[in-house]
């Protein structure tokens, strides 16, 4: 998959970037608009106020001394730097005074607030624009001439706003500011409003674009690992960054399942193999006994202890045949044995009561040592097959010894696990190769093969241990063997 802008579009990441993208873009907007929007208003209200604060001045110094008065006063504040914008002019339009060269037709005709901005120009420029035309002649101002208005000098001119009064005489008098400082004002807002938005958004994008590149790069890496394993490779894993996000987690979770599945298609083969090796030797042997019996003429007494040994034979086979089931069973996962609470001493007084005659009769000592009581959450009685397993090896292993065979079974707890120990004077398994491979299904270090047995108490152990989340160690007890169960301690609620 080409690193390319529509291949990043058709990933999920991407397209949420982007609808997250377009409502931070609406959203910004928006803000931008309303901003601008309530700075303007701000700064409209403002005005008035101040203009209204003007003419309750005026007013003031027209009730004190009348129309002279006023002129004068207005005439003063005309002439001070940054004046707002002051006109007295008779009841036909002409300009008595102020600081108003001319305005845009219609302003003075309606009392009241002015609805629309308006233009205008302050005294002297009229005439800086004539002079510099050339043109000295000029008839006086009139407040509504549109000859001299700042559209037909060619002038750009100011914007205001006012507010028209009708003096008692009929005269007009109005007062007004300036709207340029808040238009630049509101410019200055909108302009950084529109940079901030556009520097987030290009931000924005810079950032969705190569964040969804590094994603899709994740991705096509786990793509291409998962196809190398759907072509067989097992032994392949998806790729994990140490980043510690969530493709991590991903990829360590199916790295957990590749390992399982890979652990039992190796069991399954190993099955197949041993099937096909081990089980050869005790078919061979009922074919070989049925043909013997067959080939001549035998008593009666003859068939039937042929047909004993057949049935004798068969019973192995069917013993191994449900061990294997069972080991295949427990390492899949699957099991439809019930589990609950286990008195871990009470299975070890059952299985060690049961074979104290087997021991007996092979002149073995079997000993124990276990607490009243150990519980963990288990199933009775794929533990206690487990343990008689191992006991039984133990048992068999041990009659080899110099000295006397013994063979003790101790339970302890010993931190957060509980340890139930199988412990003989045999031999052993000196080598630490061996001792891993002794729980191998089929496996029989015992070259001879003098001891009965298929090879696959110890895989049925480790399996049921497994099962019961714990885990089977051989150690080496110098003389013999320690088989050692051990259990997590069961939680209490």
């Known amino acids: 998959m080409a690193l390319s802008l529509p291949a990043i579009m058709k990933t999920t990441a991407a397209r949420l970037s982007a609808l997250y993208l377009l409502l931070f873009a609406l959203c910004a907007v928006l803000l931008v608009l309303y901003m601008t929007s309530l700075s303007a208003r701000m700064l409209t209200a403002q005005t008035q106020e101040t203009i209204n604060d003007?003419?309750?001045?005026?007013?003031?110094?027209?009730?004190?001394?009348?129309?002279?008065?006023?002129?004068?006063?207005?005439?003063?504040?005309?002439?001070?730097?940054?004046?707002?914008?002051?006109?007295?002019a008779d009841a036909n339009g002409q300009i008595l005074t102020g600081n108003v060269q001319s305005?845009?037709?219609?302003?003075?005709?309606?009392?009241?607030?002015?609805?629309e901005p308006f233009s205008y120009q302050r005294f002297g420029e009229g005439e800086l624009d004539r002079l510099r035309s050339g043109a000295t002649d000029q008839p006086a101002p009139q407040a509504g001439d549109s000859s001299n208005t700042p559209q037909s000098t060619g002038e750009k001119g100011h914007n205001a706003i006012a507010l028209v009064l009708r003096l008692p005489n009929q005269m007009i008098m109005l007062v007004g500011r300036d709207l340029g400082e808040p238009e630049r004002f509101r410019a200055v807002i909108s302009r950084a409003l529109t940079l901030a938005l556009g520097m987030m958004g290009l931000g924005g994008i810079l950032i969705w674009f190569f964040v969804g590149r590094a994603a899709l790069k994740r991705i096509d890496s786990v793509s291409d690992a998962s196809r190398r394993i759907m072509g067989g490779d097992l032994s392949g894993r998806l790729p994990v960054t140490g980043a510690g996000d969530e493709f991590d987690r991903l990829s360590e979770n199916l790295n957990t399942m590749l390992a399982?599945?890979?652990?039992?298609?190796?069991?399954?083969?190993?099955?197949?193999?041993?099937?096909?090796?081990?089980?050869?030797?005790?078919?061979?042997?009922?074919?070989?006994?049925?043909?013997?019996?067959?080939?001549?003429?035998?008593?009666?007494?003859?068939?039937?202890?042929?047909?004993?040994?057949?049935?004798?034979?068969?019973?192995?086979?069917?013993?191994?045949?449900?061990?294997?089931?069972?080991?295949?069973?427990?390492?899949?996962?699957?099991?439809?044995?019930?589990?609950?609470?286990?008195?871990?001493?009470?299975?070890?007084?059952?299985?060690?009561?049961?074979?104290?005659?087997?021991?007996?009769?092979?002149?073995?000592?079997?000993?124990?040592?276990?607490?009243?009581?150990?519980?963990?959450?288990g199933n009775r009685e794929l533990i206690g097959q487990a343990l008689s397993n191992i006991v039984d090896n133990a048992i068999k292993y041990s009659t080899?010894?110099?000295?006397?065979?013994?063979?003790?079974?101790?339970?302890?707890?010993?931190?957060?696990?509980?340890?139930?120990?199988?412990?003989?004077?045999?031999?052993?398994?000196?080598?630490?190769?061996?001792?891993?491979?002794?729980?191998?299904?089929?496996?029989?270090?015992?070259?001879?093969?003098?001891?009965?047995?298929?090879?696959?108490?110890?895989?049925?152990?480790?399996?049921?241990?497994?099962?019961?989340?714990?885990?089977?160690?051989?150690?080496?007890?110098?003389?013999?063997?320690?088989?050692?169960?051990?259990?997590?301690?069961?939680?209490?609620?």
């Open 400 to 493: 080899d010894a110099a000295e006397a065979p013994k063979v003790r079974v101790a339970l302890e707890r010993a931190g957060s696990e509980i340890k139930l120990t199988v412990t003989d004077n045999g031999h052993g398994i000196p080598d630490d190769a061996d001792r891993a491979r002794a729980t191998e299904r089929f496996v029989r270090l015992e070259k001879s093969r003098s001891q009965p047995g298929s090879g696959l108490g110890l895989s049925l152990a480790k399996a049921i241990m497994t099962f019961h989340n714990g885990r089977l160690d051989l150690l080496p007890a110098n003389p013999g063997l320690s088989v050692v169960m051990s259990f997590p301690l069961r939680e209490t609620h």
């Open 260 to 377: 399982r599945i890979a652990m039992l298609n190796e069991g399954l083969k190993q099955v197949s193999d041993n099937i096909a090796h081990d089980l050869k030797t005790p078919l061979t042997r009922l074919r070989n006994r049925a043909e013997a019996t067959l080939a001549g003429r035998h008593k009666t007494a003859d068939y039937r202890q042929a047909l004993e040994g057949t049935i004798a034979e068969s019973d192995q086979l069917i013993k191994t045949f449900n061990a294997i089931l069972m080991i295949s069973r427990l390492e899949a996962g699957y099991s439809s044995e019930q589990t609950g609470p286990v008195d871990l001493a009470a299975t070890v007084s059952d299985v060690v009561e049961l074979y104290e005659p087997v021991a007996e009769e092979a002149g073995v000592a079997l000993e124990t040592t276990a607490p009243e009581a150990l519980t963990v959450n």
């Open 54 to 88: 003007e003419v309750l001045g005026l007013a003031r110094a027209y009730q004190r001394g009348g129309l002279p008065v006023l002129v004068r006063v207005v005439e003063a504040r005309s002439r001070q730097p940054g004046a707002n914008l002051y006109l007295i």
């Open 103 to 115: 305005l845009e037709p219609g302003v003075i005709e309606t009392e009241g607030w002015t609805t």
